[in-house]
């Protein structure tokens, strides 16, 4: 089983930013390797669905919700094995416990979260 650990979250102010991390392990005998897979990060609000916020493939191509773009940027450090997201103007509507999520090759769409088979527990993030 693939862990992933996401940290960074926490509570700020409407209008704030936070930078999420998600670390990864390199790869793992069940064929995850970081720097071919592509990594998402997703997002629920309570009692809201799991949505799909960013993503970034191994090119380094990236994709984001459409409400999203502009405040939002995900990165990568394949040194590092680590995925990042940078959240910036946050609302109270950002709100929510943010996953990272890793999916084997190429997908589309991406949003898709049947798609993703490794997630982690999740970090927390609180706008007010």
């Known amino acids: 089983h693939v862990q992933l650990v996401e940290s960074g979250g926490g509570s700020v102010q409407a209008g704030g930013s936070l930078r999420l991390s998600c670390e990864a392990p390199?790869?793992?005998?069940?064929?995850?390797?970081?720097?071919?897979?592509?990594m998402g990060w997703f997002r629920q609000a309570p009692g809201g669905k799991r949505e799909g916020v960013a993503t970034?493939?191994?090119?380094?191509?990236?994709d984001y919700a459409d409400s999203l773009k502009g405040r939002f940027t995900i990165s990568k450090d394949n040194a590092k094995n680590s995925v990042y997201l940078a959240m910036n103007s946050l609302t109270p509507e950002d709100s929510g416990m943010y996953f990272c999520a890793a999916a084997p090759g190429y997908i589309d769409p991406w949003y898709v979260r049947n798609s993703y088979n490794y997630w982690g527990q999740g970090t927390q993030v609180t706008v007010s």
């Open positions: 390199a790869s793992d005998s069940s064929g995850f390797v970081f720097n071919t897979w592509c």
């Open positions: 970034i493939d191994s090119s380094g191509r990236t």
